[in-house]
């Protein structure tokens, strides 16, 4: 069924600080490593050793320059499915094959029934689903779909790929329809950003904003060393005597 | 977005396909175009080859062509289903209404050949909204899409029914209604090309990221260095003066053309007129292509927001 289901009380997803993000394309690639074998298997990769390589990813990450001069930031920028809660790369699909489960908020594509139209991509404001070109289906993020309620692998794993292995910690995964989780409390306390809300998609996901630049104080604070600091016996004999 | 051949076609090829089902279906029970089997036969004939070499190509766009049948199931929430429905179930009356001309029961064609009208007609109203509802491509949102489909199909419907009625001795109402149908189509493209041309991004870089409270956003390093899926279907850009020139050449050749010749052929009529009328049905066909073709290239999609900053 193509149509949304009520809104659920549950809403997994995604939280990525671009302040900490140093755009290593660790989330990246490790999403590529572990979906290439996971739940959307095969995720191909064509002319891989020539000129012109490509593939399907789920996980892109830009980077862009925001703001002029001093001012101005770089910021590492991932890009994946946000799990909007009411998106219409769901509803236009005319197989049903997309569709967004109602226990968890998660939006997902049924492998077996998707004709590759590919008019779902197009209703994706934010470019998160690609085409398996080899098998003719559609392929997008799943939120570690065959992670996170994996009871095979220890409970601390059962995270999306991008998550667990972020280096800086830029990215959480959790339950953004409970107020109280810490991801909830996570955006509460930074401001954590919708993208593009004048769509109407209502992403679940959330950005959080990078943190204002420290400012360099006025003038260089002079070093003051306590006499307990100078080692030397003979330095600290002439500290105190030039010290009176 | 990348104009796919297949479905440049298909919506050319079905829409007039459609079109002339529409006019068929509902001039023939009222007499306004021949009256005779050859002409009746003839023209449904043409149309459901249209129509069907349509729905063939628009099949060859999908990665699993073989899955096909399953398009049909949501059509309480997908527009492109509700167009496969519309599109199988026109094709009853269609028959009906080719078998009652064979049989030449006029009880069954008149109420077959107003049904079979209303699919067409909502068969294309489908394939508009497919469009019309994409939130994130700018030029396919615009109120004008749906009805310019349905105005190019009737116009070229319509043009290809006064073809074959001017065959068979009479095309003067078809080719009536091409002509106020291919002014029509002057007119609606401009506006929506004027419209287009000034209306305002859905979204913005800064929008797309959620760093605007920084400034400006600009894309410094793109995540590939290759193209990918993304890029080919919905990064395609057609140059400005290219775009130009085009819609020039489908306003002139593809709808004012045709629409002269009508004109001309309503004037002098007989062979000459036949003549004309074939030109003109030619004209409007392959205008119709370059302004399908520019209904891809012109439209930009807010995923290269993220690749090109706009
Ligand atoms: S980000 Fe795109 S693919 Fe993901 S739910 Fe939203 S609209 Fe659908
Ligand atoms: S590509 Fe597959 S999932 Fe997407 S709209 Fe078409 S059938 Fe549905």
Redesign the pocket.
């Given at each position: 069924m193509?149509c949304l289901p009520a809104p659920g009380a549950k809403k997994l997803g995604l939280v990525i600080d671009l302040d900490t993000c140093v755009g290593c394309q660790a989330c990246a690639t490790n999403c590529k490593e572990w979906n290439a074998s996971g739940h959307s298997a095969p995720l191909p990769d064509f002319k891989p050793y020539a000129a012109g390589q490509e593939g399907v990813w789920f996980n892109r990450v830009h980077s862009f320059e925001a703001g002029e001069g001093e001012a101005g930031r770089t910021v590492h920028f991932p890009r994946s499915c946000l799990h909007c809660e009411t998106p219409d790369?769901v509803t236009?699909?005319?197989?049903?094959?997309?569709y967004k489960r109602a226990e968890d908020g998660i939006v997902l594509?049924n492998h077996d029934?998707?004709?590759?139209?590919?008019?779902?991509?197009w209703a994706c404001p934010y470019g998160a689903?690609e085409?398996d070109e080899d098998q003719g289906?559609?392929k997008k993020c799943t939120l570690c779909i065959d992670r996170i309620y994996n009871e095979n692998i220890p409970e601390a794993q059962r995270q999306p790929a991008c998550v667990l292995t972020c280096p800086t910690k830029a990215r959480h995964f959790g339950d953004l329809g409970d107020p109280e989780s810490a991801v909830s409390k996570l955006v509460a306390e930074r401001g954590g950003q919708p993208l593009m809300p004048e769509l109407g998609y209502n992403p679940v996901n959330r950005y959080l904003p990078p943190r204002k630049k420290a400012l360099p104080p006025s003038a260089p604070v002079e070093d003051a060393p306590t006499p307990m600091d100078i080692k030397n016996p003979l330095l600290r004999w002439m500290d105190r005597v030039l010290s009176r | 977005m990348n104009p796919a051949p297949s479905i440049v076609f298909f919506t050319t090829a079905s829409g007039a396909g459609y079109g002339l089902l529409f006019w068929l279906g509902l001039l023939r029970p009222l007499g306004l175009v021949p009256g005779g089997q050859g002409f009746g036969l003839t023209a449904l004939a043409l149309a459901l080859v249209l129509i069907t070499a349509g729905l063939l190509s628009s099949t060859a766009h999908l990665?699993n062509p073989r899955r096909a049948w399953?398009?049909v199931s949501q059509w309480r929430s997908s527009w492109?289903s509700r167009e496969g429905v519309a599109a199988l179930a026109t094709y009853v009356p269609a028959v009906l209404f080719g078998l009652g001309l064979l049989a030449e029961m006029p009880g069954l064609t008149a109420p077959m050949g107003l049904l079979a009208a209303l699919g067409a007609a909502a068969t294309i109203y489908c394939t508009g909204m497919i469009y019309a509802c994409l939130k994130p491509v700018k030029e396919w949102r615009h109120p004008l899409v749906v009805p310019g489909y349905l105005l190019l199909g009737a116009f070229s419907g319509a043009a290809l029914l006064a073809m074959l009625g001017s065959f068979w001795g009479d095309g003067a109402v078809p080719a009536a209604l091409a002509l106020l149908a291919g002014l029509a189509a002057l007119v609606v493209k401009n506006i929506y090309w004027t419209a287009i041309d000034q209306a305002p991004p859905v979204a913005t870089a800064e929008s797309a990221t959620s760093l605007g409270f920084i400034g400006k956003v600009r894309p410094l390093e793109p995540p590939h260095t290759e193209t990918n899926y993304l890029l080919r279907e919905m990064g395609f850009r057609i140059a400005r003066k290219h775009a130009e020139k085009l819609r020039l050449l489908a306003l002139t050749a593809g709808f004012g053309a045709p629409a002269a010749l009508c004109a001309f052929a309503l004037l002098v009529g007989g062979g000459m007129g036949a003549a004309a009328l074939t030109l003109g049905a030619a004209l409007a066909l392959a205008g119709l292509l370059v302004e399908r073709w520019l209904m891809f290239a012109e439209a930009t999609h807010t995923v290269t927001l993220y690749y090109h900053g706009q």
């Open positions: 193509t790369c236009v699909c005319p197989t049903g094959a997309s594509v029934t998707c004709i590759g139209c590919g008019l779902c991509a689903r085409m289906v559609m | 990665g399953r398009a492109l």
